[in-house]
Nanobody, 123 residues
Framework: VQLQASGGGLVQVGGSLRLSCAAS????????TGWFRQAPGKERELVAS????????VYADNVQGRFTISRAKAESTVYLQMNSLNPEDTAVYYC?????????????????WGQGTQVTVSS
């Protein structure tokens, strides 16, 4: 089980970043993939999740309309395009693969986790 998250960095308020999550084919071929984040002193929370087909997504209310999750199946990669970033988006972002084919919000549904990538939004 291998997940590689990348694309984090330092960006100014209003800027954009694109995160990538590359998964081994065996890990993610029929499973939903989600992005989560954890800010200092806070619990880990769902940001967005996409079904194995790419046709179904869920988003956290506070990123809806600003973030877009997508899947490139041929590359076994899931992307998180983040626009209009604000300081509240500062966190370590993790990608995770679900035990199910459909996207869900519960962390317990995601047994496979990659390492985090830091996103820092400066004001």
């Amino acid at each position: 089980v291998q997940l590689q998250a990348s694309g984090g960095g330092l960006v100014q308020v209003g800027g954009s970043l694109r995160l990538s999550c590359a998964a081994s084919r065996r890990t993610a071929s029929n499973n939903a993939t989600g992005w989560f984040r954890q800010a200092p002193g806070k619990e880990r929370e769902l940001v967005a999740s996409v079904s194995w087909s790419g046709g179904s997504t869920v988003y956290a209310d506070n990123v809806q309309g600003r973030f877009t999750i997508s899947r490139a199946k041929a590359e076994s990669t899931v992307y998180l395009q983040m626009n209009s970033l604000n300081p509240e988006d500062t966190a370590v972002y993790y990608c995770a693969v679900s035990r199910f084919s459909y996207p869900s919000r519960a962390l317990i549904d995601y047994p496979y986790w990659g390492q985090g990538t830091q996103v820092t939004v400066s004001s």
